[in-house]
């Protein structure tokens, strides 16, 4: 842990991030990194807090809190169990959002944490006031370079083109200056490179 960051109290927050992760550790779907299998949604949950600390370093108690439980045991409620339409999709992902949030405060709750303070984390789970709340636009744009870094070539090997194009565009509008710069900078195979810049270009 960093640290020059100092919580309001270090063994609670450290409480709070090791259920959050001990919660994500039993999901028994994994994703590979460094050859190496994990979990699928602690490594996401990991990724997310090193893009929210790497955006801003003096990330707030709540932001860091939420970058944790963003995706909390997000495996429980699968896609699959909702319409195949664009509504079905809306529903599952405004059940999803409200999940991670009931599970997240039931944890702050566990660990000590005041309504204030949960309030707040759930508050950033959910993107209330986004994007005129500075946390949450850290938080989206630490989610769409998430994206962007670690899943946008999946999506480019299953979806199709014109999907891919508007998750792009959706996904860049969404995003600060700074995250755009740095989404720049990552690292993309040549058909992802094609698809960004073409979708970058036609959105102009």
């Known amino acids: 842990m960093d640290q020059q960051f100092q919580p309001g109290d270090r063994a609670r927050y450290e409480a709070a991030i090791r259920r959050f992760d ?6 028994p779907n994994q994703d ?6 994990y979990p699928r949604e602690l490594l996401y949950a990991q990724r997310l807090t090193e893009w929210v600390l790497r955006l801003r370093p003096d990330a707030s108690e709540e932001l860091r809190l939420a970058a944790r439980c963003q995706h909390l045991r997000r495996w429980v409620i699968p896609r699959q169990n909702y319409p195949m339409t664009r509504a079905g999709y809306l529903r599952w992902r405004q059940d ?3 999940f991670h949030a009931d599970c997240s405060g039931a944890i702050l709750r566990q ?3 005041d309504a204030a303070v949960i309030e707040r984390v759930q508050a950033l789970n959910l993107k209330q006031v986004f ?3 500075p946390e949450t636009r850290v938080l989206e744009d630490a989610l769409c370079l998430v994206f962007l870094e670690h899943q946008f070539a999946e999506l480019a090997r299953r979806a199709s083109e014109e999907q891919i194009l ?5 996904t860049w509008r969404k995003m600060t200056p700074q ?6 900078t990552l690292t993309y195979g040549s058909r992802e490179k094609e698809l960004l810049d073409r979708a ?3 959105g102009e």
């Open 166 to 170: 508007n998750a792009l565009r959706k």
């Open 131 to 133: 994007p005129h709340d």
């Open 32 to 37: 590979e990194a460094g050859g190496v299998a």
């Open 200 to 202: 970058l270009r036609e």
């Open 22 to 27: 001990e919660e994500n550790a039993k999901d």
């Open 179 to 184: 995250a755009h710069a740095l989404a720049l």
């Open 96 to 98: 999803l959002k409200r």
């Open 111 to 113: 660990v000590g944490y």
